[in-house]
């Protein structure tokens, strides 16, 4: 069992997924200065609101705040968008090592048919 573990650890998939993550960590403050700093003040200079955690409604004795909601998702999709990039960045950057590699499958199937033919 510990050397199953051992080999687990030692695939690469793990310290990948451990990097990502202490990255994904680090990347938090980041986003929610960029958010509270720099995005809400923007959006509520528009909007007329200097914050948007004091945006509520009353039912009763219950207090809906929506405006830290509005806060978290802005965030969400800033963060995602930021995902979204550094993913198409990768992916770019993946693909042109990819096609460096050789003849596609289709090719490969192509040569291996005509010389079938030439028999």
């Known amino acids: 069992m510990l050397q199953e573990f051992k080999d687990f650890i030692n695939k690469g998939g793990i310290f990948e997924a451990a990097v990502g993550l202490v990255m994904a960590l680090a990347f938090v403050p980041v ?3 960029m958010v509270d700093d ?3 003040p923007i959006v509520a200079a528009i909007f007329g609101q200097p914050d948007f955690q004091r945006l509520t409604i009353d039912i009763g004795d219950a207090v809906i705040s929506y405006g830290s909601f ?3 998702l802005i965030s969400f999709v800033i963060i995602g968008f930021v995902l979204f990039m550094l993913v198409k960045a990768y992916n770019n950057m993946t693909a042109d090592e990819d096609e460096d590699s050789g003849p596609s499958d289709s090719d490969l199937l192509a040569e291996i048919r005509d ?5």
Do not use: E, Q, W, Y
């Open 31 to 33: 986003v929610g200065s």
């Open 38 to 40: 720099i995005i809400m």
């Open 70 to 72: 509005l806060t978290v």
């Open 115 to 119: 010389a079938l033919k030439n028999r």
